[in-house]
């Protein structure tokens, strides 16, 4: 079988330099600095969960942290002697406390006292507020009412909070959806209807 190539096609010293040759410079990735996390390890801490669970008496340096996209919640133990780290994934208190009642029987009655006790707090100020805006509404009073001094003051020995005007307004919209939203399940719903309407006349109409 007969060569293809030729010596000719070659550089007789492999040693020997092409003087049109440039040589590129190879390139590199950008290294991190040491002191610089990975973009997929960056830990961003937000605002501490809401929950009975979190208050100091249980548990401290509360922290809600997103690690790569995943949100976890971590916090100190409180017992004596204690001061493990204890974790749970998103807004999951069950880690919490469960803790509590395998290590910490003592603290766990106490948590459910604490419990109750605030959701009894809860279930009266939603009372109120229902109770308050029904005033409100019944009575035709504009919602700015809500931010008179006098009005909250007059409030404030009953241990009850009076919403703010924009909480008001948010409820009282929400109230109004839910009301008209039956009102078109019944309508829809129903054979027949029958409408009244009042009807005057007048030197103008």
């Known amino acids: 079988m007969s060569n293809i190539f030729d010596e000719g096609d070659f550089s007789a010293d492999d040693n020997v330099a092409d003087p049109d040759f440039i040589a590129e410079k190879p390139s590199r990735k950008r290294r991190l600095h040491l002191d610089e996390p990975s ?25 809600q942290v997103e690690i790569s996209g995943k949100v976890s919640v971590e916090a100190k133990c409180s017992a004596s002697g204690c001061g493990r780290i204890i974790k749970g994934a998103g807004g999951v208190t069950s880690n919490f406390i469960k803790h509590l009642r395998r290590r910490h029987s003592e603290l766990f009655e ?18 109120f507020e229902k109770k308050l805006l029904f005033a409100i509404v019944d009575c035709s009073l504009p919602v700015s009412l809500f931010e008179r001094r006098s009005f909250r003051e ?17 409820i009282l919209e929400d109230q109004y959806n839910s009301m008209l939203e039956k009102i078109r399940a019944d309508i829809s719903s129903a054979k027949y209807f029958c409408t009244t309407a009042d009807i005057w006349s007048g030197k103008i109409n």
Not at 117 to 123: A, E
């Open 110 to 127: 106490k948590y459910k006292v604490v419990k109750t006790v605030k959701s009894d707090i809860q279930t009266a100020q939603q009372k």
């Open 39 to 63: 973009p997929s390890k960056v830990a961003r801490v937000n605002a501490i969960p809401s929950s009975n669970i979190f208050c100091s008496e249980f548990y401290t340096d509360v922290k």
């Open 154 to 170: 007059s409030y404030e020995m009953t241990g009850l909070k009076v919403p703010s005007r924009q909480t008001a307004m948010m």
